[in-house]
């Protein structure tokens, strides 16, 4: 299984980034995919997911309202527009399958190398 993530970089506050992971090696559209990322402080952090179909989306308290995920079956890729980008944002995002386990909590079963979204104040 491969996740390709892409899309990361340098933006000041205020701006917006969209995200894109392809993957391959997965019936992808039989998987909820989703985002999570990762800083040194905070640990690893849901940030958003979508069902299969592409219904759904669910998101982190801290991106709601600024982030939107998206996904098309067809080119097997998912994404994730960010916008009105904040430091707090600054983190490696991963691309991830998701799904909850019976405590309701996410869990990640494949996920990329990540990308890094700076965000400068």
């Known amino acids: 299984v491969h996740l390709v993530e892409s899309g990361g970089g340098l933006v000041q506050a205020g701006g917006s980034l969209r995200l894109s992971c392809v993957v391959s090696d997965l019936p992808f559209s039989s998987y909820s995919m989703g985002w999570f990322r990762r800083t040194p402080d905070k640990g690893r952090e849901f940030v958003a997911a979508?069902?299969?179909?592409?219904?759904?989306?669910e998101y982190g308290d801290s991106v709601k309202g600024r982030f939107t995920i998206s996904r098309d079956n067809a080119k097997k890729s998912v994404y994730l527009q960010m916008n009105t980008l904040q430091p707090e944002d600054t983190a490696i995002y991963y691309c991830?399958?998701?799904?909850?386990?019976?405590?309701?909590?996410?869990?990640?079963?494949?996920w990329g190398r990540g990308t890094q979204v700076t965000v400068s104040s």
């Open positions: 991830a399958t998701v799904a909850r386990d019976l405590a309701g909590s996410w869990q990640y079963d494949y």
């Open positions: 979508i069902s299969w179909t592409g219904g759904n989306p």
